[in-house]
């Protein structure tokens, strides 16, 4: 997953990608001097075709926070292997 604010947290993730199938972890790189996210995570579902209507249902979708200030809002992006 791809275009994250520094913000979006792993929780925010699964609450959304559950929504496909069983989440079995979520990862989110961090610069290792900032300690802040990088922009990108990784989902992993348990099964194959969830993770494929992940792809088909996610991808540009608005990650919602609970906040209206835009720079909580995410459009997600899953980058083509």
Known sequence: VDNLT?????ED????FERCGEVGDIYIPRDRFLRESRGFA?????D????????????GRLLDSS???PIWKTIISIPSP
């Open 67 to 69: 906040s209206d200030d």
């Open 13 to 16: 993730l699964r609450r959304v």
């Open 42 to 46: 990784f989902v992993r579902f348990y």
């Open 48 to 59: 194959k075709r969830d993770a494929e209507d992940a792809l088909d249902a996610m991808d």
């Open 6 to 10: 520094y913000r979006t947290t792993p």
